[in-house]
């Protein structure tokens, strides 16, 4: 298992490397007026680094370029996303295409993911942490 310290430096450095697809969606994510609703970027959980993750509602959100139809990658995606959701994790997959084409459905998907419907109330959302 790879130590805590390590994984907050490959974190911060995906931080600082992100993919112009990850940079619109964050600026979107912090643009939703959702009260109290809070996602990390490249946040470590277990062995893993995620994409994107609200903490209140342990939703995690991952965004697959290309390289994500590769046979040996979608295997790796699928272990992963398979301990995620073992660990109580909710996993949404998004394409980097599906990104750039309609970011609104996009918006709308993990909307309904938050609050159970795009016609419910916005609720302010708080995580508790773990001891």
């Known amino acids: 298992m790879?130590?805590?310290s390590i994984r907050r430096a490959i974190a911060k450095k995906l931080r600082a490397n992100t993919t112009p697809h990850e940079r619109?969606?964050?600026?979107a994510l912090k643009e939703?007026?959702?009260e109290g609703t809070h996602f990390r970027r490249?946040?470590?959980?277990?062995r893993y680094v995620v994409d994107f993750f609200c903490p209140a509602k342990r939703l995690i959100i991952e965004l697959d370029g290309g390289h994500h139809n590769d046979d040996e990658a979608a295997e790796r995606d699928r272990e992963r996303q398979l301990w995620l959701e073992n660990e109580g994790y909710r996993v949404l997959r998004f394409w980097n295409s599906e990104i750039t084409a309609d970011l609104t459905a996009v918006l709308e998907r993990i909307y309904v993911e938050l609050y159970g419907s795009r016609e419910a109330d916005v609720a302010p959302l708080k995580h508790r942490r773990r001891g």
């Open 24 to 27: 619109i969606l964050w600026r």
């Open 42 to 46: 490249q946040a470590p959980i277990g």
């Open 2 to 4: 790879v130590s805590t």
């Open 32 to 34: 939703l007026p959702l």
